[in-house]
C-alpha cells in the first residue's frame, strides 16, 4: 500500500482528496499540512512514498517545497494537486510524478495511483549496468573556457550538457562552462563511447553506473559522481540496443 502525505491550505480539499484516496483502498495516509514548514519536518519524519502538494499556499510556493524535497536522501513522488494550470511545466522542472486540478477526478486519480506503483515497482527492480567499452587515455578534447584553451581527457568526462544557451561539461573533478554549443561539441568528440540521451545531454557510457526506469517511458541514468541525466523517449531505444535491455 502506497504511504501519502497531503499539503493544502485548504480544508476542503484536503478532505476531499483524503476521501478519494482511502476509497481507493491502495493509500494510507500518514498526514497533512497546511504551510510548507510544517510539511517538511513531518514528511522528513514519516517518509512518505508520495506527497500531494498544492500550488499556491499562504506561506509559499508548493514548487519550493517540491525543491526541497528533492534533497532528501529518500525524495518522495510528487503529485501537484491543484486549481492552477500554468504551472505544469514548472512542475514537471522539479520531477513531478503527475499534475491533477482541483475539483478532483476519481478516474484521473486512479490513473495517477497506478502510475506511481508501476514506477515503484520499477525504481525496485532498477538495473545496474557496466560498460565493456575500453577507455581511450590518449584522447582528449580542446575547449574554450573562460577564455583559455583547456585540453580534457575525454576518458575523464562525465556528461556534456546544454541549459539556456550555455553548454557544460562536466568531469570527474570539475565543471566547465564553455563556448562551443552542443552540436559542436559532439562532432569534435567522434567516440563511440559518448552517446546523445537528450537533446540536452551527451553522457559518456564509462560513467554511467545504473539505468533508473522514469515516468511515461522515460529513463535516469545515474552517473559516478551521483548526478542523473534523463533519457528522452527519442534516445531510449537505442539506449536499450546498446546495453541489451
Not at 534533497?71 to 513531478?96: C, G, H, K, M, R
Not at 587515455?137 to 576518458?155: F, P, Q, S, W, Y
Not at 553506473?209 to 542523473?228: A, H, R, V
Request: charged share 30%; with cysteine.
Amino acid at each position: 500500500m502506497l504511504k501519502a502525505y497531503i499539503v493544502d491550505d485548504e480544508p476542503l480539499a484536503r478532505d476531499e482528496l483524503k476521501y478519494l484516496l482511502i476509497r481507493s483502498e491502495q493509500v494510507e495516509i500518514l498526514g497533512e499540512s497546511d504551510c510548507v514548514e510544517d510539511a517538511v519536518s513531518a514528511i522528513t519524519v514519516l517518509k512518505p512514498d508520495l506527497v500531494f502538494l498544492d500550488i499556491e499556499l499562504d506561506d509559499d510556493n508548493g514548487l519550493s517545497l517540491a525543491r526541497q524535497l528533492e534533497s532528501q536522501e529518500q525524495t518522495p513522488a510528487i503529485v501537484f494537486a491543484t486549481a492552477y494550470d500554468e504551472y505544469a511545466l514548472q512542475a514537471f522542472d522539479v520531477n513531478a510524478v503527475d499534475y491533477i486540478l482541483k475539483p478532483f477526478d476519481e478516474e484521473r486519480l486512479q490513473k495517477t495511483l497506478e502510475k506511481i506503483k508501476k514506477m515503484q515497482h520499477f525504481r525496485d527492480k532498477r538495473v545496474p549496468i557496466q560498460s565493456s567499452m575500453k577507455h581511450n587515455n590518449n584522447g582528449k578534447i580542446a575547449v574554450l573556457a573562460d577564455e583559455r584553451i583547456i585540453l580534457l581527457t575525454l576518458a575523464d568526462i562525465l556528461y556534456f550538457a546544454s541549459s539556456e544557451g550555455k553548454c557544460h561539461i562536466v568531469t570527474l573533478d570539475q565543471a566547465y562552462k564553455v563556448a562551443d554549443a552542443l552540436v559542436v561539441l559532439e562532432k569534435k568528440i567522434n567516440s563511440a563511447k559518448f552517446f546523445r540521451v537528450h537533446r540536452s545531454f551527451i553522457v559518456n557510457l564509462d560513467h554511467v553506473i545504473e539505468i533508473e526506469p522514469w515516468f511515461n517511458s522515460t529513463y535516469n541514468l545515474l552517473m559516478k559522481d551521483g548526478s542523473k541525466v534523463p533519457v528522452s523517449r527519442t534516445y531510449v531505444k537505442e539506449l536499450k540496443q546498446r546495453f541489451g535491455f
